[in-house]
Every structure is written in C-alpha cells, then in structure tokens.
C-alpha cells in the first residue's frame, strides 16, 4: 500500500511562492505517475499538473501554465510542484495522487491519494 504525504502548504501574499512537497512511504515511487490536484469547497477537483514515472512527460492545467513547475526525485521518493505568482484563485486544499503507469499521466484512474495540504493565498 502506498502512502503519500503532502507538505509545504501555508499562507503566502499574492504574487508569492511555495513549493509543495509529496513524499512516498514504503514502496518506490518511480513506479507510479503522479499528479497534483486541488479542490476548493463546494467545487470539483481539479487536475493541476502531472509527471510521469520517469520525469519525461508533464502536464499543466491551462490556469497554472507558466506558473507552476512540476518535477520529481525518485532516489528520495518525492515529487515537487514549485507554484510562483500565486493568485488568490490558486487558494484551494492540494492532494498529490498516483497511478501506476508506464508511460505518460493523466488525471484519471489514481491508485493512491494523500491527504492534502491546505494552500491559502491572500493578503
């Protein structure tokens, strides 16, 4: 069973920076594709950005473009999502999920969640 665990979640000003961090426990985490989700109350999820296991294929969802970066280091079994210029739009509750694939990632058909950290963007 794999368990992720999200941290570097805060208050930051608008315009400002954070980077989130999705740590694996247990199992190596270059099996799995991984993304980053964000759910504001009251909305749907939304699919924020995904790595595939290897680091070559990378998603962005059009409202984090150029914003956000996603990366990963499988030796320490962790996976980054750097967010700068942040909007208070960006403030939402943020989950890092994985699916085991090989090639690519999507947003859908996640195998394991963490339980989120809370992103709170305002001045």
């Known amino acids: 069973q794999l368990q992720l665990v999200e941290s570097g979640g805060g208050l930051v000003q608008p315009g400002g920076s954070l980077r989130l961090s999705c740590a694996a426990s247990e199992f190596a985490l270059d099996y799995y594709a991984i993304a980053w989700f964000r759910q504001v109350p009251g909305k749907e999820r939304e699919g924020v950005s995904c790595?595939?296991?290897?680091?070559?294929?990378?998603k962005y969802a059009d409202s984090v473009k150029g914003r956000f970066t996603i990366s990963r280091d499988n030796a320490k079994n962790t996976v980054y999502l750097q967010m700068n210029s942040l909007k208070p739009e960006d403030t939402a509750v943020f989950y890092c999920?994985?699916?085991?694939?090989?090639?690519?990632?999507?947003?859908?058909?996640?195998?394991?969640w963490g339980k989120g950290t809370l992103v709170t963007v305002s001045s």
């Open positions: 790595i595939s296991r290897r680091g070559a294929g990378i």
């Open positions: 999920a994985a699916e085991r694939r090989y090639y690519s990632c999507d947003y859908s058909g996640m195998d394991y």
